[in-house]
């Protein structure tokens, strides 16, 4: 198995930009998914396959990815974005693993 | 609409047995693997294993194996997750959450229950 380091906390004013990373201490690279935690909530996707956004996920929400290293991006932060975040990514053999998890704080 | 329905809150002992429950409607329940998640509080995701609902191949965690047993019911389109001896180190929120395909790039979970809150104590 592998694991997903994530910084355990991002702090961002609104209107601007959060970046968070998640690397991989394993290869090879699998993709990437991310999703987005309110509390009390369950967990909801907000990117998959590294980059893609689903329906319904505001564009302000992008993610990028750069060898073992993937990131996702918030920009124009709203207050409504305070959350914890996690990525989380899958193997061959069908197991999966999530990081271990980003709180966003809008101050 | 897909949704994915938990049973409700539970409050055990240490040393007794539970199962709890996730029912899926709205889409082809041996279509998708369940996965189950714990999050125990004030704490991260943590993937427990997945289940094929269709012949109900599983796939644990190794950090579960042996722990709990998944299962699955197709004729009532629920999978299930059981203990035979909690501990008070089980309490926890458990999901369960329906994984999107097998495909690279696709083994995402793209539905999740209400999650169960699990609390074993003396």
């Known amino acids: 198995s592998y694991e997903l380091t994530q910084p355990p906390s991002v702090s961002v004013s609104p209107g601007q930009t959060a970046r968070i990373t998640c690397s991989a201490d394993?290869?090879?690279?699998?993709?990437a998914y991310w999703y987005q935690q309110k509390p009390g909530q369950a967990p909801v996707l907000v990117i998959y396959?590294?980059?893609e956004r689903p329906s319904g996920i505001p564009e302000r929400f992008s993610g990028s990815s750069s060898g073992t290293t993937v990131t996702l991006t918030i920009s124009e932060v709203q207050a409504e974005d305070e959350a914890d975040y996690y990525c989380?990514?899958?193997?061959?053999?069908?197991?999966?693993?999530f990081g271990t998890g980003t709180k966003v704080t809008v101050l | 609409e897909v949704q994915l329905v938990q049973s409700g809150a539970d409050v055990k002992k240490p040393g007794e047995s539970l199962k709890i429950s996730c029912k899926g409607s709205?889409?082809?329940?041996?279509?998708?693997?369940i996965a189950w998640v714990r999050q125990m509080p004030g704490k991260g995701l943590e993937w427990m294993g997945i289940?094929?609902?269709?012949?109900?191949?599983?796939r644990y965690s190794p950090s579960f194996q042996g722990q709990v047993t998944i299962s699955a019911d197709r004729s009532a389109n629920t999978a299930y997750l059981q203990w035979s001896s909690l501990k008070a180190s089980d309490t926890a929120m458990y999901y369960c959450?329906?994984?999107?395909?097998?495909?690279?790039?696709?083994?995402?979970?793209?539905?999740w229950g209400q999650g169960t809150q699990v609390t074993v104590s003396s």
């Open positions: 709205g889409y082809s329940f041996t279509s998708h693997r």
């Open positions: 989380q990514s899958a193997d061959s053999s069908d197991t999966y693993v």
């Open positions: 396959k590294d980059i």
């Open positions: 289940i094929n609902p269709g012949d109900s191949d599983t």
């Open positions: 394993a290869l090879p690279k699998q993709y």
């Open positions: 959450a329906r994984r999107r395909g097998w495909r690279s790039g696709w083994q995402y979970f793209d539905y």
